[in-house]
């Protein structure tokens, strides 16, 4: 557990002595604003509900939890000090443990900071409370399945820039797995499939406010597998 928290705080310490995490986590939120406000022009459509907004997070993710999980493992590749993190008293899953935290916290930070949208538009009507709270449950689960699937392929790329790549191909395609059955009018048995994975897809019911069981259960298995396997590949690469 102590080495677990050790690699958090170092994590940490790295991140905020970068700019690239206050520019990401800027940018999104300026993004989300302007999207809100000004191209879905939530003040003309004169209904209090904040759907839009949280709508467009999951593609926003895409771009977002890779930008700030891309550096997880391929940094320490590329700076050719994964050997030395290796080789440290601690457990391959504590140092999983420890890197994905840090990001996730990151992440969790982004989506804290846009409590204020709801905060400055809650005297214009009567919005649903547990439509917001479903929302950022929603939210919190696709950073919890997003960030592991960041530190995973973050893992098994040579550098930041593939890391980057693969991973955001990865989300858009559970992001949009559900629009893609649409698009190609796939048979009911490959559609379903294309269902179960779509992030997006499983995000709309929270986006309601309707908490199922099943979306709770998908997240957690998603996160606990791609820890898994990134722990599994660095054992692996230990033993080679």
């Not at 080495?3 to 958090?8: E, F, N, P, R, S």
């Not at 003309?44 to 593609?59: K, N, Q, V, W």
């Not at 689960?141 to 593939?162: D, E, K, M, P, Y």
């Amino acid at each position: 557990m102590r080495g677990c928290l050790a690699v958090v705080r170092k994590e940490l310490l790295s991140y905020f002595n970068s700019p690239v995490a206050y520019v990401v986590i800027v940018s999104f939120l300026v993004f989300t604003s302007v999207w809100f406000f000004l191209i879905h022009d939530f003040f003309a459509a004169d209904i209090a509900s904040l759907r839009r907004y949280y709508g467009i997070m999951p593609l926003v993710f895409v771009v977002l939890i890779p930008a700030l999980t891309m550096r997880m493992w391929a940094e320490e590749r590329t700076a050719g000090t994964d050997e030395i993190l290796l080789t440290l008293p601690v457990s391959e899953m504590s140092l999983v443990l420890g890197k994905y935290l840090a990001a996730l916290s990151l992440v969790l930070v982004a989506i804290l900071l846009t409590v204020f949208v709801p905060l400055s538009v809650r005297q214009l009507g009567q919005f649903e409370r547990g439509e917001i709270h479903g929302q950022y449950i929603g939210l919190t689960l696709l950073a919890f399945a997003g960030t592991a699937l960041g530190g995973l392929f973050s893992s098994v790329s040579r550098n930041q820039i593939s890391a980057f790549v693969l991973t955001a191909l990865l989300l858009l395609f559970f992001t949009l797995a559900a629009e893609l059955n649409v698009a190609l009018q796939l048979p009911a048995g490959p559609a379903a499939v294309l269902r179960f994975l779509s992030f997006e897809h499983r995000f709309r019911n929270l986006n309601r406010g309707v908490l199922d069981t099943r979306d709770l259960t998908f997240f957690a298995g998603i996160t606990v597998a791609a820890l898994s396997l990134t722990a599994v590949s660095l054992v692996a690469r230990k033993q080679r």
